[in-house]
């Protein structure tokens, strides 16, 4: 097996075998892990792993109370990287993300010069907790740094850190206080992850856990180099013929004014999801199906990730919106007439 920073080659596939083993036991110790802190969750908890193993972002969105940030936060002891956490506020301004230029003077001859002081957008894992608090203007700081991996403040373009993973909140639009995401900032999220409430069992462990003392302890599992190396090992696993195809078509009928648009799409959607969508869902597909041991990937991996790369990347039209259709009912509807025929 031959290995650097920019390619993964296996020499057997034995070898493939074995790397994507290591990944995914490395993968279930951080479930673990995690597991100690925060009860349930546990999709949740794969789809930040496949994020993360796809060198992607995403948005958690859920009601206040639902411990996202608390789940980002533990995630993170869990890897050895450098994690800022980014609390957004309506006063919140570009410059306290990305960072800032200040004039420096030097002591010995009194020379003034320009010195950029780094933002914690400047660290591996970012957590940006309530994205949606802080207006358009502000949200935008993140569009290069999310696509570029870098970001320009006084005509220089400074790259961040490898890996790099923005990880934000997002509390619900219909509450006070909240700015809805430019679409183009949304496409740019991998996944946008529904953090649902706990079952009854789950409520009762988090009320027990609550009421003990002291915290769990975390041990890292992965660093920045094991990271960087499962990202290429997924990129190795093929995809075959039918798999795009089936991921083609899918995204395809999401769109209403196109040929291919399902009548689905026609009736309940304004627009539809573009190419991004489609690289996304075979991407996150790899990895969904590495994290179940395999060196191929099937439709149902595509299937298993579809809600959480296509509910964002489609707008509900007003009809959807006053039969109180959501966009997870689309993707529903969608899959299931698909697979049916």
Same mark, same amino acid.
């Given at each position: 097996?031959?290995?650097?920073?920019?390619?993964?080659?296996?020499? =057997?596939?034995?070898?493939?075998?074995?790397?994507?083993?290591?990944?995914?036991? =490395?993968? @279930?110790?951080?479930?673990?892990?995690?597991?100690?802190? /925060?009860?349930?969750?546990?999709?949740?908890?794969?789809?930040?792993?496949?994020?993360?193993?796809?060198? #992607?972002? #995403?948005?958690?969105? $859920?009601? !206040?109370?639902?411990?996202?940030?608390?789940?980002?936060?533990?995630?993170?002891?869990?890897?050895?990287?450098?994690?800022?956490?980014?609390?957004?506020? !309506?006063?919140?301004?570009?410059?306290?993300? %990305?960072?800032?230029?200040?004039?420096?003077?030097?002591?010995?001859?009194? @020379?003034?010069?320009?010195?950029? /002081?780094?933002?914690?957008?400047?660290?591996?894992?970012?957590?940006?907790?309530?994205?949606?608090?802080?207006?358009?203007?502000?949200?935008?700081?993140?569009?290069?740094?999310?696509?570029?991996?870098?970001?320009?403040?006084? $005509?220089?373009?400074?790259?961040?850190?490898?890996?790099?993973?923005?990880?934000?909140?997002?509390?619900?639009?219909?509450?006070?206080? %909240?700015?809805?995401?430019?679409?183009?900032?949304?496409?740019?999220?991998?996944?946008?992850?529904?953090?649902?409430?706990?079952?009854?069992?789950?409520?009762?462990?988090?009320?027990?856990?609550?009421?003990?003392?002291?915290?769990?302890?975390?041990?890292?599992?992965?660093?920045?180099?094991?990271?960087?190396?499962?990202?290429?090992?997924?990129?190795?696993? !093929?995809?075959?013929?039918?798999?795009?195809?089936?991921?083609?078509?899918?995204?395809?009928?999401?769109?209403?004014?196109?040929?291919?648009?399902? @009548?689905?799409?026609?009736?309940?959607?304004?627009? $539809?999801?573009?190419?991004?969508?489609?690289? =996304?869902?075979?991407?996150?597909?790899?990895?969904?199906?590495?994290?179940?041991?395999?060196?191929?990937?099937?439709?149902?991996?595509?299937?298993?990730?579809?809600?959480?790369?296509?509910?964002?990347?489609?707008?509900?039209?007003?009809?959807?919106?006053?039969?109180?259709?959501?966009?997870?009912?689309?993707?529903?509807?969608?899959?299931?007439?698909?697979?049916?025929?």
């Amino acid at each position: 097996m031959k290995t650097n920073e920019q390619e993964y080659d296996f020499d =057997s596939a034995a070898d493939e075998v074995e790397a994507i083993r290591m990944v995914n036991a =490395s993968c @279930e110790a951080i479930r673990g892990e995690v597991s100690k802190v /925060i009860v349930g969750q546990e999709e949740v908890v794969e789809q930040i792993l496949i994020s993360i193993i796809t060198k #992607s972002h #995403s948005l958690l969105v $859920g009601v !206040p109370g639902l411990a996202k940030t608390l789940l980002v936060s533990t995630l993170s002891k869990t890897l050895q990287l450098d994690f800022k956490r980014v609390q957004f506020t !309506p006063d919140l301004m570009p410059s306290d993300i %990305t960072g800032t230029e200040v004039i420096s003077q030097d002591p010995a001859t009194g @020379e003034k010069t320009f010195r950029f /002081i780094p933002g914690p957008i400047f660290a591996n894992i970012v957590l940006a907790d309530e994205i949606n608090r802080t207006p358009p203007k502000t949200q935008a700081a993140l569009l290069e740094a999310m696509q570029e991996a870098s970001v320009t403040c006084g $005509g220089e373009t400074r790259a961040l850190p490898n890996p790099f993973f923005v990880l934000a909140t997002q509390n619900p639009l219909d509450q006070e206080g %909240t700015y809805a995401l430019p679409e183009a900032q949304l496409d740019r999220f991998l996944f946008l992850i529904s953090v649902g409430y706990p079952t009854p069992a789950d409520e009762v462990e988090i009320m027990r856990r609550g009421l003990g003392s002291g915290g769990a302890e975390l041990r890292p599992v992965l660093d920045a180099h094991s990271i960087r190396q499962a990202q290429q090992i997924v990129k190795q696993i !093929p995809v075959a013929d039918h798999v795009l195809d089936f991921a083609s078509l899918l995204v395809r009928s999401t769109r209403p004014g196109e040929p291919d648009g399902s @009548e689905i799409a026609k009736r309940w959607l304004t627009f $539809g999801a573009g190419p991004r969508a489609s690289l =996304s869902l075979v991407t996150a597909a790899r990895a969904h199906a590495m994290l179940r041991g395999r060196t191929y990937v099937d439709q149902a991996d595509v299937v298993a990730v579809a809600p959480a790369i296509l509910r964002h990347r489609i707008a509900a039209n007003f009809s959807a919106q006053g039969e109180r259709v959501t966009t997870d009912d689309v993707v529903s509807e969608l899959l299931d007439h698909l697979l049916a025929r």
